[in-house]
């Protein structure tokens, strides 16, 4: 594959490598690729700001009003 390329930490990288073969993907690429588009797709899916501030909420990262 000759496309852009993404530098990931080794730790990362190793776990991305035990997590593919525990979920049978061929490879750290085919799992990076899935959750990322999972993750990207999950973000264009966000209607509203209310939408994302309860994500946020969810997540911990703002507090409940």
Same mark, same amino acid.
């Given at each position: 594959?000759? $496309?852009?390329?993404? %530098?990931?930490? #080794?730790?990362? &990288? =190793? #776990?991305?490598?035990? +997590? +593919?073969? %525990?979920? $049978? &993907? *061929?490879? /750290?690429?085919?799992?990076?690729?899935? /959750?990322? =588009? %999972? +993750? /990207? +797709?999950? !973000? =264009?899916?966000?209607? *509203?700001?209310?939408? !994302? #501030?309860? #994500?946020?909420? $969810?997540? $911990? &990262?703002?507090? *409940?009003?």
């Amino acid at each position: 594959m000759f $496309g852009p390329k993404l %530098k990931l930490t #080794r730790d990362l &990288y =190793e #776990r991305l490598q035990r +997590a +593919a073969a %525990k979920s $049978g &993907y *061929s490879s /750290v690429e085919e799992l990076a690729q899935h /959750v990322l =588009e %999972k +993750a /990207v +797709a999950d !973000i =264009e899916v966000a209607q *509203s700001e209310k939408d !994302i #501030r309860n #994500r946020l909420q $969810g997540l $911990g &990262y703002l507090e *409940s009003s």
